[in-house]
């Protein structure tokens, strides 16, 4: 018999933070031990912040051979998934697939380079896919640090500029394209250079020379 979920899913990808290569604007700056480190407190805050007995969470690991070391690193996960080798549209779509194929009610996938996201937003998101196909919530450098749905919707992830500021409004362009209605929630600031976790008032280590 296929598992069947009672709660909403929330797909957390993650690297793991000793092989991460993210934020790279801020490794320019500070030399990429330290941006791992930074890397590790985000993801280590994201995930406090999204316990919630009322939502499943799920790690969708790269690399997927680190899922055990991400597993004990984010200890209380309900599913551990290595990522399959695709690209970041294709990986969204594989997640999401991933839930639905288990009847989840709505599944919604978050991004760890935003300040700490609380289960509350996570339940916001939940309201507004009652009235929409598609929530989101932006970030400042035109991106999105969550995305909410209540079915697969694989074409939704298709041509998208990842990695540039176009990813929102390409986004919400596709959705109107397939006839689906998007909510957006408030815009989250998204962490892409130095400046930006000096803004969050993050403690920063010293500078790489």
Not at 192 to 206: F, K, Q
């Amino acid at each position: 018999m296929r598992h069947r979920l009672i709660s909403p899913c929330m797909l957390v990808f993650v690297h793991y933070w000793e092989q991460s290569q993210t934020l790279p604007q801020v490794s320019q700056s500070l030399g990429l031990e330290a941006t791992r480190k930074i890397y590790k407190q985000l993801a280590e805050n994201h995930w406090r912040g999204l316990s919630d007995p009322r939502i499943e969470r799920w790690l969708l690991c790269n690399p997927p051979e680190a899922c055990d070391s991400i597993a004990s690193w984010l200890p209380g996960a309900d599913q551990v998934l290595p990522l399959p080798p695709l690209d970041r549209g294709q990986r969204l779509a594989w997640g999401f697939e991933q839930a639905f194929q288990r009847a989840t009610p709505f599944a919604v996938a978050v991004r760890m380079e935003c300040p700490p996201i609380k289960a509350r937003t996570f339940h916001e998101i939940g309201r507004a896919l009652e009235g929409s196909d598609v929530a989101l919530v932006p970030t400042s450098k035109g991106s999105y640090a969550m995305i909410g749905l209540k079915r697969s919707i694989p074409e939704l992830f298709k041509g998208v500029p990842w990695g540039t500021s176009e990813v929102l409004s390409a986004t919400i362009d596709i959705a109107m394209d397939l006839g689906l209605s998007v909510y957006q929630l408030p815009t989250q600031r998204e962490v892409v250079t130095l400046e930006d976790l000096i803004a969050l008032g993050w403690e920063l280590p010293g500078r790489a020379d």
